[in-house]
């Protein structure tokens, strides 16, 4: 049997790596991709930072309390997605089958590759030593014979990783899995699946599919398929985008209702540029809430009609803010999004957790 030779790779801490690249003063040293302040938060964070505890998401607050000597950098979109293109440049000089993800991490099918090569670990030894060497920049990256399990290989051993899972080791290394790694197992699915008793691949494979699709629905079928290393979507060059939005952080909490509608009238008109430029246009809109106590609720509607236009988006955001008891509390963040295109293709998912299986993997 043939099997496809997937790639998966992942640019470490790429957002705080270009940081340091381009500021020499600040390599080896903790640095945040974000601005401090308590209204802030931490949008990425380099390998020296996350020593101290320092992720994601964390308020900037917390950042500086666990490391008081981080560097906080304000960010430049224009600047990565700038290094991202570079970085795309040099995967398509080896395949056409490129899948981004993300502007960090895309999939690339080297079954047959442009160079030639037999062996996919050696198309991405050579991907990771030219990212290197042409933009100073560290890739990790996984190869398997599927995306599910070369998305799981690229988390190992980072940062700097290169890990081949091989067919004849994927099932042992499957059973090995803790279930929060499957793709689709989020944190609510993870804490069903303890409730009965699937905490790993080995019980993920137990299962019957029958069970778990009376269980977790069309996803039960993904999971069933999964737990015996079965994946059989294709890496497509062409990804449909499946929704477009933004968000804004206030200076002051907001309290008034016409506060919010006035906001919300300024985002409307953001999403609709924004729009214009991917050229989308969606049947559902979010809305989404972040209070002062940093927790989040959303709101979303489907008119029956393609939204596409600031009016709509703002006449569609203000019904939603009507709510009942929707806003309870002080207003840290609004955001909205149009999601739903017409014409909407699967699109992967992934969670990451810390593993380390070395005895099944190259």
């Not at 977790?216 to 059989?232: E, S, T, V, W």
Request: charged share 30%.
């Amino acid at each position: 049997m043939e099997y496809r030779k997937i790639i998966h790779v992942d640019m470490d801490a790429f957002y705080a790596s270009v940081e340091q690249r381009e500021h020499p003063e600040f390599r080896g040293r903790p640095l945040v991709v974000g601005r401090p302040g308590e209204r802030s938060v931490v949008s990425a964070a380099s390998y020296e930072a996350r020593k101290f505890g320092i992720r994601s998401a964390m308020p900037s607050v917390k950042a500086a309390r666990l490391c008081p000597d981080v560097i906080f950098v304000p960010g430049n979109m224009e600047l990565y997605r700038s290094v991202s293109a570079q970085i795309h440049r040099i995967f398509h000089e080896y395949t056409d089958l490129v899948e981004p993800l993300a502007l960090d991490e895309a999939f690339l099918d080297v079954t047959d590759n442009k160079a030639g090569l037999s062996l996919g670990v050696e198309v991405a030894r050579r991907i990771k030593q030219r990212i290197r060497r042409e933009l100073g920049l560290v890739a990790s990256a996984g190869v398997s014979y599927n995306k599910f399990l070369a998305k799981i290989a690229s988390d190992f051993r980072k940062p700097d990783g290169l890990c081949t899972i091989h067919p004849d080791r994927a099932q042992a290394f499957i059973e090995k899995l803790p279930i929060e790694v499957f793709w689709g197992v989020g944190r609510v699915t993870a804490q069903k699946m303890h409730a009965l008793g699937i905490a790993d691949g080995a019980a993920l494979h137990a299962c019957s599919q029958e069970f778990l699709t009376r269980h977790f629905g069309k996803n039960g079928r993904l999971y069933y398929d999964f737990a015996r290393g079965i994946d059989p979507r294709p890496v497509m060059a062409v990804r449909v985008r499946k929704s477009v939005g933004c968000e804004d952080t206030f200076d002051y909490d907001l309290t008034e209702m016409a506060d919010i509608v006035q906001e919300l009238r300024l985002l409307a008109e953001k999403l609709e540029r924004r729009m214009e430029k991917a050229d989308f246009r969606g049947i559902t809109l979010t809305l989404k809430v972040k209070f002062d106590d940093f927790t989040i609720r959303s709101r979303s509607v489907s008119p029956g009609y393609e939204i596409m236009t600031a009016p709509q988006v703002t006449e569609l955001a203000e019904q939603l803010a009507r709510s009942p008891d929707l806003f309870m509390r002080p207003v840290r963040l609004l955001g909205l999004s149009v999601s739903h295109p017409l014409l909407e293709k699967p699109e992967s998912f992934a969670s990451q957790l810390d593993i380390d299986f070395p005895e099944f993997v190259d």
